[in-house]
Structures are given as C-alpha cells and as structure tokens.
C-alpha cells in the first residue's frame, strides 16, 4: 500500500449489478448528534435490462471523452503527507462519505455495519490525533456520475448530497473522508448494450470528484480519499448469472484497477492507491474469502466485504488516517 501528500476528496456500493429491484429507506444524518432531521423517505428503482450506462452516464457527465483501451499507469512515489491539513489543523471533526460498503445499513433493514464506529473508535481513543468525533454521513445507493433511482433527489450524486450537506450543516466538519463508490463500476458491467471503457469512466469518476473537491474547499474543509474497493469477480458473477438468462462474464474489478490508476495519477487527495490487502491468496484479483457470508438474509455479490473484509478496510484507513493526523 502506497500513501501520498495530496488532500482532497472520496467511497463505495449498494447492489445494483444484477438485482432488478432494489428498496432502501434513507434517512438524513445529523453529524455530531446521531440522530435524524428531516424526513425519511423510501424509494423503489427498477433498472431495466436494456439500460445503456454508456448512453445514461456520456448524455451527461462523459460527453466527448475518446475510447481508449487500459493501459498500465506508472504509480508516482508518495511525498510527505504533513502538507495535507495546513488550513484547517486541528482536525477535530471527520465525516464519513460513500455508499452501501460503509454506510450504517439498518435504517434500510440491511446489517449493522461497523466500518465507521470502528474507525471512529480506533482515531478517538488515541489522544495524540485529538480526533473527537466520526460521523457516518454515507448512503446507501449513492454513485457519482448515474442516479440509479433509490435516494430522493439532492441526495442519489455525491456532487449534489455534498452541496445539499455544506448548505444545511455549514462549519460541522473538519475533514471529509470520501470512500469513491463502485456503483458506476457496477451499473456499467451489468448493463445490456454498449458499455464505457474503463479509463473513459475513470476520468468521469475523477472529474466529478474534482467538482466534490472544490465544493468542500468553498466552505475550507479538507478532503481525502480511499480508493474504490476491489470486487471478487466470482461472486459478482454467480448472482448476475442466477437472476439472469443471458449474462457473459464482465470484469469489474479490473475496471477498478484501472480507475483507482487514474485517481492515483490525478490530483485527487487519495490516502493510498489500493486495498493492498484483499488480494491475498496468490491469484491476481480480490479474493472471495473477503466477501462471502456477509448476510445471513441476502445473497453474496462480491461487493460488500463480510466482517473480516470489514477488519481489513478499517486496518487500511485507520492507519493512512493516523500517519496524516499525526502531530508532527
């Protein structure tokens, strides 16, 4: 695992690869308070078999970007990291952003994901980072570049949810941490019809995360970024399959090898380039023992990592978090 001195902005994946209905209940978090405001909503987004993500996504976020093939990017060396806060030191005060991989879940009648209370205990309990709260302000189903149906709008792009959060909650944050979501990776393998190349997505995904970037400095929050998190093929596959007449193998997780490249190549504020950690059996690609038996109601899907996947994503981001709120 690589860490860099950039900060800027980013996270992660509710199902949407191959189900064809999927509900979520979504409710609107109160950083620092834990409760709600507002109202909850439920919606209900059917993705129809011959949706082109290609058409979807280049209408709007990918118009005249070129085809191009993926290539192998060589990876710069990781600078000095106690740049990354000069404006606002001390950080105090993280939010949490992304999809289904970290959000709290239960709300949904999904399971108790303990990803961010277990980041948010590990930074606390060192008082040498002065870390005194972790809010959890990720949804499930929220993707970057294509509104997939389920969160109300203001709330479906992350782009729009930030905007909608900095507006509500001026001054309640410190420090944004952006898990990138793989919802547009998924969409985009199990879409019938043309699909978008991996590095023609990638440099959507990083422009849209600029935009992210940029709508957070307005207000003088820093930002940093975790890298989209790999997907076991397998199992990404299986499900596809089961519910599916005609289903050729896609490869999402090389997709994400590509894209997670073009991050770490831009001036995105990525902590470290890749989950270095799910690949650990020897054979190329994320391993399956992270994702399976991750729900006792719902199938595997090979995105949403199971509880020891769960340790290994706390272990990655609890350490790049310590090196760079590290007094110096």
């Given at each position: ?29 109160d ?66 952003f ?67 959060f ?29 699909q ?18 940029a709508s ?21 596959n ?11 193998e ?37 391993d ?18 199971n ?22």
């Amino acid at each position: 695992m690589s860490m860099r001195g950039k900060v800027l902005v980013v996270l992660p994946a509710v199902l949407v690869a191959g189900c064809s209905t999927v509900a979520a209940v979504v409710p609107e978090s109160d950083p620092g308070q834990g409760s709600t405001i507002g109202s909850t909503s439920t919606a209900v987004v059917v993705i129809a078999p011959s949706t082109s993500v290609a058409d979807a996504v280049s209408s709007t976020t990918t118009a005249g970007l070129p085809s191009q093939s993926t290539s192998a990017v060589e990876r710069e060396e990781p600078p000095d990291t106690n740049d990354l806060l000069e404006t606002t030191m001390p950080v105090e005060r993280l939010g949490f952003f992304g999809d289904s991989i970290v959000a709290d879940l239960t709300n949904v009648g999904g399971r108790n994901n303990q990803i961010v209370p277990a980041i948010e205990e590990h930074l606390v309990s060192d008082a040498t980072l002065g870390v005194t709260s972790v809010a959890n302000l990720a949804l499930p189903g929220q993707s970057l570049l294509f509104d997939i149906g389920i969160l109300e709008t203001g709330s479906a792009l992350l782009s729009d949810y930030v905007d909608q959060f900095l507006a509500r909650h001026p001054n309640s944050i410190d420090l944004a941490v952006i898990s990138v979501s793989t919802i547009d990776v998924n969409l985009n393998a199990a879409a019938e019809g043309e699909q978008l190349d991996a590095v023609a997505l990638g440099d959507a995904i990083v422009a849209e995360l600029e935009a992210v970037v940029a709508s957070f400095a307005e207000q003088n929050v820093s930002v940093v970024m975790l890298p989209m998190l790999g997907i076991n093929e397998a199992l990404f596959n299986e499900l596809r399959c089961a519910i599916k007449t005609a289903c050729p193998e896609q490869a999402p997780d090389e997709v994400i090898t590509v894209i997670n490249d073009r991050m770490w190549n831009s001036d995105l504020p990525l902590l470290f380039d890749a989950f270095s950690g799910f690949d650990a059996d020897g054979v190329a690609g994320t391993d399956r023992s992270w994702f399976e038996g991750v729900d006792p109601v719902r199938p595997d899907d090979g995105i949403h990592p199971n509880l020891d996947g769960q340790a290994v994503f706390v272990d990655h981001t609890v350490t790049a978090l310590r090196e760079l709120l590290a007094p110096s």
